[in-house]
Each structure stands twice: as structure tokens, then as C-alpha cells.
């Protein structure tokens, strides 16, 4: 059974900054594309950026020069660096597993001042 375990997420002021990490079980992790995605209230999952084995990355138009997707192979980890947050980045980010459709219990994201 694969095990997507995320962290990091929290409590941070808009236009600052913070870094989710989403561990995986299981074995080949390098083999696999990975995804994070949020869910705000009220409103649908929504794909945020994706990494494919190969390093090549996907962002939504929403993130995109602000979001930074990685990953490190050798720690089974997936991050999703956050930086110039707004208010409306404001969800769940879960993490997920493309192939197998293995999903993170999510960590809560807040911008607020």
C-alpha cells in the first residue's frame, strides 16, 4: 500500500513564503509523476504542478512564477516551494501519485494577515 504523507503547510502573512514536503512509501518513486494539488473552500480540487520522473514540470497559470515543484528521488519526497503568497492561495494542498491515483491527507495552507 503506498503511503503519501504531506507536511509543512501552516499559518504565513501574504507575499511570504513557505515549503511542502510530501514523502512517499513504496518503491521506484523515481519512476513516477507527481502532483500537488489544493482545494479552497467551496471550490473544486484544482492541479497546482506536476513533475514528471524526468524533472520536467507543469504550473498552473495561477502559480506559475511563484511556485517551484521538486523532487528528490533518493528521499522519496516531493516539495512544493511557495513563495509571494496571496490570500487566495489560501487551501489544502494534497499531493498525489498519478499512476494508481494515490492521494496525501492534505495539509492546510492559510495567507492571512
Known amino acids: 500500500q503506498v503511503q503519501l504523507v504531506e507536511s509543512g503547510g501552516g499559518l504565513v502573512q501574504p507575499g511570504g513564503s513557505l515549503r511542502l514536503s510530501c514523502a512517499a512509501s513504496?518503491?521506484?518513486?523515481?519512476?513516477?509523476?507527481m502532483d500537488w494539488y489544493r482545494q479552497a473552500p467551496g471550490k473544486q480540487r484544482e492541479l497546482v504542478a506536476s513533475?514528471?520522473?524526468?524533472?520536467?514540470?507543469y504550473y498552473a497559470d495561477s502559480v506559475k512564477g511563484r511556485f517551484t515543484i521538486s523532487r528528490d528521488n533518493a528521499k522519496n519526497t516531493v516539495y512544493l516551494q511557495m513563495n509571494s503568497l496571496k490570500p487566495e492561495d489560501t487551501a489544502v494542498y494534497y499531493c498525489?501519485?498519478?499512476?494508481?491515483?494515490?492521494w496525501g491527507q492534505g495539509t492546510q495552507v492559510t495567507v492571512s494577515s
Open positions: 498525489k501519485r498519478r499512476l494508481g491515483d494515490y
Open positions: 513504496g518503491s521506484l518513486f523515481r519512476l513516477y509523476v
Open positions: 513533475i514528471t520522473s524526468g524533472g520536467s514540470t
